[in-house]
């Protein structure tokens, strides 16, 4: 248990489907990040939000959409995505500017069919 | 660009020594961090290098040459719970942590 929740864990969705995939943490941090990992590549930062702004979009598609309602919750909306977006979505907290000692939620397993 | 390169899988026997290397080329450098990922679990924190020289905790030590861009994680005695993916990541001249792919490691009784 590393104080961040992640769900669901897994999730099966159509290319035509809207989902969103919830985080929370209990940690008091003020920063948090979705990112992408996908089989033998390197994780991929997709979004970072520091107190509750979003601070980064490393050129992510618009199907993916992030939402920072307060500094414990974090979605990811998704719409129409593309079968390549199948991979594990990676959940993660820290203080501001400490990437480094981030904690990471177990993550949801997307599946797009 | 900037790259991480480790193995991507390596096999290993239970009580034995096992060596995963990481080689890095980046934009700065403010430190290197290893992290342990179990099938379908959160990563987390197993060690932080930011000098030259060994880190050691436990059963798991970390190494670092900086000249080299060069750093090794070394587990002994190994057991099976150690069966993960071990990631490498540098934190870089604008403190952005630029991960490699993970190596898999498999521990065989």
């Known amino acids: 248990e590393t104080g961040v929740t992640q769900t669901p864990r897994h999730l099966v969705m159509g290319m035509t489907n809207k989902k969103s995939l919830k985080c929370e943490q209990h940690?008091?941090?003020?920063?948090m990040y979705w990112y992408k990992q996908s089989a033998k590549k390197p994780l991929e930062l997709m979004f970072v939000y520091s107190l509750e702004e979003r601070v980064e979009n490393n050129s992510v598609p618009s199907r993916f959409s992030p939402e920072c309602p307060n500094s414990s919750h974090l979605f990811l909306h998704l719409h129409t995505l593309q079968p390549e977006d199948s991979a594990l979505y990676l959940c993660?907290?820290?203080?501001?500017?400490?990437?480094?000692?981030?904690?990471f939620g177990q993550g949801t397993r997307l599946t797009v069919v | 660009g900037q790259n991480i390169d480790q193995p991507t899988e390596m096999t290993a026997t239970e009580g034995a020594i096992v060596q995963i290397n990481c080689t890095y080329q980046t934009s700065g450098f403010n430190g290197l961090f290893w992290y342990q990922q179990h099938a379908g679990e959160a990563p987390t924190f197993l060690s932080y290098?930011?000098l030259d020289g060994l880190e050691e905790k436990g059963r798991f030590s970390s190494f670092l040459s900086r000249s080299k861009g060069y750093s090794y994680l070394l587990l002994k005695e190994l057991q099976m719970k150690d069966s993960a993916s071990y990631l490498c990541?540098?934190?870089?001249?604008?403190?952005?942590?630029?991960w490699g792919a993970g190596t898999k490691l498999i521990i065989k009784p």
């Open positions: 940690l008091g941090h003020n920063a």
């Open positions: 990541a540098v934190l870089d001249s604008n403190y952005q942590l630029i």
């Open positions: 290098n930011v």
């Open positions: 993660a907290s820290s203080q501001p500017g400490q990437v480094f000692e981030a904690f």
